[in-house]
């Protein structure tokens, strides 16, 4: 069975490095002589606890939501890269001094040594206990100069979006020790959400701030709902876990000379991990390949190509941003990647609607080799929802190599012509 908590003990000369920014990293990088069984790391909790010289303090409790792996020019592992859910994962204190260490102090946790470490359950609410006696409850709203460090990347958002899109914003910025909740919302983190949308109304294209604030209210937590719950019997009040994420629309220029491809780690109970590694690593090639060729031949044209955390390749025209998602397939999953494709398309261009920036065309591009039978379906399929399949051919030239197929014409295929 594979461990679930791991305290990952850092010598204090480390703080003034973590203390760069006053959250939670959206990613943490360790050096591989730290740690080596990183396959239990994914969907594991870390609580990162500071040796200091008189006691320990527990700095952060994260999240941990993937792993990769980085490599050197020569093709030898340096790093684990640690992706965090930021949602589920809370930073303590900023402070620099042990006055306001004191407050999260732990003792000695079980005389380990710095470095990762495996945790049991009772050492996992020993150091929960201490995140619950830091939450601070008063009565004084929080002041501007404090919500002026939030910055939504987007201008404005609809009510689905926006507690989501504002409460990773808080966990980024601020630490438990800098926040406190209220009568309304006992919890900190949703307290300071709360706060800023009432304050910048005009953020909401849709909805209400009571839809936001009832949203905000079951936001995934990270202590058990009795303990933060205390006074408030509000059974709407109670938070719950939940995996959902927005979309990452922050779309910055790619540059092909750049894009490599990335490296996961599957899960300890995944069957046949290195069968799986195998066709991911392939697939993840074959992909990035696809996405560095379709930008060069945009960068040739004068047509700058951009990209998100979730969005595979994006151009803008006429005031509108087309979005495309590239599906690397083999003879068995073109129907299961095309299915998912289509709904990342239409899931990406309703987050860009929500947050005010106008999608224009939705394309879904796959490998060539499949039956004209199987793209028939997916062309129809891809049609009804308002997006057009592309498939990728790069055993020819620009610009054939990227070729519309309509379901009204099967077997004919249309050169994707770029219109400046």
């Given at each position: 069975?594979?461990?679930?908590?791991?305290?990952?003990?850092?010598?204090?000369?480390?703080?003034?490095?973590?203390?760069?920014?006053?959250?939670?990293?959206?990613?943490?990088?360790?050096?591989?002589?730290?740690?080596?069984?990183?396959?239990?790391?994914?969907?594991?909790?870390?609580?990162?606890?500071?040796?200091?010289?008189?006691?320990?303090?527990l700095f952060s409790r994260v999240a941990v939501d993937s792993v990769a792996v980085s490599y050197d020019d020569e093709g030898r592992k340096i790093?684990?890269?640690?992706?965090?859910?930021?949602?589920?994962?809370?930073?303590?204190?900023?402070?620099?001094?042990?006055?306001?260490?004191?407050?999260?102090?732990?003792?000695?946790?079980?005389?380990?040594?710095?470095?990762?470490?495996?945790?049991?359950?009772?050492?996992?609410?020993?150091?929960?206990?201490?995140?619950?006696?830091?939450?601070?409850?008063?009565?004084?709203?929080?002041?501007?100069?404090?919500?002026?460090?939030?910055?939504?990347?987007?201008?404005?958002?609809?009510?689905?979006?926006?507690?989501?899109?504002?409460?990773?914003?808080?966990?980024?910025?601020?630490?438990?020790?800098?926040?406190?909740?209220?009568?309304?919302?006992?919890?900190?983190?949703?307290?300071?959400?709360?706060?800023?949308?009432?304050?910048?109304?005009?953020?909401?294209?849709?909805?209400?701030?009571?839809?936001?604030?009832?949203?905000?209210?079951?936001?995934?937590?990270?202590?058990?709902?009795?303990?933060?719950?205390?006074?408030?019997?509000?059974?709407?009040?109670?938070?719950?876990?939940?995996?959902?994420?927005?979309?990452?629309?922050?779309?910055?220029?790619?540059?092909?000379?750049?894009?490599?491809?990335?490296?996961?780690?599957?899960?300890?109970?995944?069957?046949?991990?290195?069968?799986?590694?195998?066709?991911?690593?392939?697939?993840?090639?074959?992909?990035?390949?696809?996405?560095?060729?379709?930008?060069?031949?945009?960068?040739?044209?004068?047509?700058?190509?951009?990209?998100?955390?979730?969005?595979?390749?994006?151009?803008?025209?006429?005031?509108?941003?087309?979005?495309?998602?590239?599906?690397?397939?083999?003879?068995s999953n073109l129907l299961a990647q095309a299915s998912k494709g289509i709904f990342q398309l239409l899931y990406y261009s309703y987050v860009l609607?929500?947050?005010?920036?106008?999608?224009?065309?939705?394309?879904?591009?796959?490998?060539?080799?499949?039956?004209?039978?199987?793209?028939?379906?997916?062309?129809?399929?891809?049609?009804?929802?308002?997006?057009?399949?592309?498939?990728?051919?790069?055993?020819?030239?620009?610009?054939?190599?990227?070729?519309?197929?309509?379901?009204?014409?099967?077997?004919?295929?249309?050169?994707?012509?770029?219109?400046?």
């Amino acid at each position: 069975m594979k461990a679930e908590n791991f305290a990952w003990i850092v010598p204090e000369d480390w703080v003034p490095l973590m203390n760069s920014q006053g959250g939670v990293s959206s990613c943490y990088t360790i050096p591989v002589d730290l740690f080596s069984d990183i396959e239990c790391l994914s969907g594991a909790i870390v609580y990162i606890v500071v040796r200091g010289r008189n006691f320990d303090f527990l700095f952060s409790r994260v999240a941990v939501d993937s792993v990769a792996v980085s490599y050197d020019d020569e093709g030898r592992k340096i790093n684990y890269i640690l992706n965090v859910c930021l949602e589920k994962s809370l930073r303590l204190t900023r402070a620099s001094n042990y006055v306001d260490y004191n407050s999260f102090r732990v003792p000695k946790l079980l005389k380990l040594n710095t470095g990762f470490t495996p945790i049991e359950e009772a050492s996992k609410k020993q150091l929960d206990s201490v995140i619950e006696n830091g939450f601070k409850f008063l009565f004084t709203r929080v002041p501007e100069e404090a919500l002026s460090k939030i910055s939504p990347p987007f201008e404005r958002c609809g009510s689905l979006i926006a507690p989501i899109v504002i409460i990773r914003e808080v966990i980024s910025n601020f630490s438990l020790a800098e926040m406190w909740g209220s009568r309304r919302n006992p919890h900190p983190v949703a307290n300071f959400a709360c706060q800023y949308l009432e304050t910048h109304p005009d953020f909401l294209t849709s909805g209400t701030i009571d839809e936001c604030v009832r949203m905000l209210k079951s936001m995934p937590i990270f202590l058990p709902e009795n303990q933060i719950n205390a006074g408030n019997q509000d059974s709407e009040s109670k938070m719950s876990h939940s995996t959902f994420q927005v979309a990452d629309i922050s779309l910055v220029p790619i540059d092909p000379k750049e894009v490599k491809a990335r490296v996961f780690v599957p899960r300890k109970d995944a069957v046949s991990k290195e069968s799986i590694m195998r066709k991911t690593e392939a697939a993840e090639q074959r992909h990035q390949e696809m996405l560095r060729d379709i930008s060069s031949y945009f960068l040739n044209n004068s047509v700058v190509p951009y990209q998100s955390n979730s969005i595979d390749l994006a151009i803008k025209a006429n005031g509108k941003t087309d979005i495309f998602e590239l599906k690397s397939i083999s003879e068995s999953n073109l129907l299961a990647q095309a299915s998912k494709g289509i709904f990342q398309l239409l899931y990406y261009s309703y987050v860009l609607d929500e947050c005010g920036v106008i999608c224009g065309s939705r394309y879904l591009v796959v490998e060539a080799g499949s039956s004209f039978s199987d793209l028939v379906i997916v062309a129809a399929v891809a049609a009804s929802a308002g997006a057009k399949l592309m498939v990728y051919d790069s055993k020819k030239e620009w610009p054939g190599r990227l070729s519309e197929y309509s379901a009204s014409t099967p077997g004919r295929f249309s050169e994707y012509l770029i219109v400046k």
